[in-house]
């Protein structure tokens, strides 16, 4: 049976309130890998929860994160871009709460530390290729249509985590330039990476309430299906089967 809980955590630094939902197998005994799942510019929802869900149904503990804080969540576009805005503006701080939750997530009883992952969608995307420019700890992350901008930080030496970075090839938030670029930066950083490019397919592919064709946002039923399936056999082939 898939178990879903509220999980609090705090920022020891600023005391920032956090609130995220894990989702476990509470069949499956022992312990798990641990799979973040960061959420887009609105904030946590019942989408990325959804997504946490599926990943417990695969034996996965998965840990829907909360970038923003508690309560904080958006409604509108107006009330997402300006959740979103401080931490395009700094990502040292989209850096710190990443990296707040995949210490969150390790520390959880049921998580294997020596395991664990993380996918994001769109901003979340983007979390996940800041985490794993940080060289931080981690198996390997997943970018489902994110953003690819460098964040102006000095990482350097290699990036640990292997990236699989699932692209609409009509993305008007990141062009085919973007995504070579991507592509250069990954290699430079020895990375073990993989871009896997949609044709037909835009931004937000793997959301049934993106319905914006004219922004080149929308949903495609095969390019969410074929990202899931590469995001499931790339886990497969960090962790094993479970």
């Known amino acids: 049976?898939?178990?879903?809980?509220?999980?609090?955590?705090?920022?020891?630094?600023?005391?920032?309130?956090?609130?995220?939902?894990?989702?476990?197998?509470?069949?499956?005994?022992?312990?798990?890998?641990?799979?973040?799942?960061?959420?887009?510019?609105?904030?946590?929802?019942?989408?990325?929860?959804?997504?946490?869900r599926e990943l417990a149904k695969l034996g996965y503990v998965a840990f829907a994160l909360d970038m923003y804080g508690k309560g904080k969540r958006a409604t509108v576009l107006e009330e997402a871009d300006a959740l979103m805005k401080p931490f395009l503006d700094n990502r040292g701080l989209l850096l710190n709460n990443i990296l707040l939750a995949l210490d969150t997530l390790k520390k959880h009883p049921d998580v294997d530390e020596t395991k664990v992952g993380g996918i994001g969608f769109c901003f979340g995307g983007k979390c996940m290729l800041d985490l794993a420019r940080s060289s931080a700890e981690i198996g390997g992350v997943v970018s489902f249509h994110g953003i690819y901008d460098k964040p102006g930080m000095e990482h350097q030496g290699d990036i640990k985590a292997s990236v699989l970075v699932l692209h609409g090839w009509e993305d008007p938030l990141a062009d085919p330039e973007s995504t070579v670029a991507l592509g250069h930066e990954l290699t430079e950083r020895n990375a073990d990476w993989q871009i896997l490019a949609f044709g037909h397919t835009g931004h937000a592919f793997t959301n049934p309430a993106a319905k914006f064709p004219e922004k080149g946002m929308y949903?495609?039923?095969?390019?969410?299906?074929?990202?899931?399936?590469?995001?499931?056999?790339?886990?497969?082939?960090?962790?094993?089967?479970?």
């Open 1 to 52: 049976m898939i178990k879903s809980e509220a999980l609090i955590y705090q920022d020891p630094a600023s005391g920032n309130i956090f609130e995220g939902v894990i989702c476990w197998n509470e069949g499956l005994a022992g312990q798990k890998p641990g799979i973040l799942v960061s959420h887009t510019f609105k904030g946590q929802s019942d989408f990325e929860i959804g997504r946490a």
């Open 219 to 242: 949903y495609k039923e095969t390019s969410n299906r074929r990202a899931w399936q590469a995001m499931i056999n790339f886990f497969e082939e960090i962790f094993g089967r479970i």
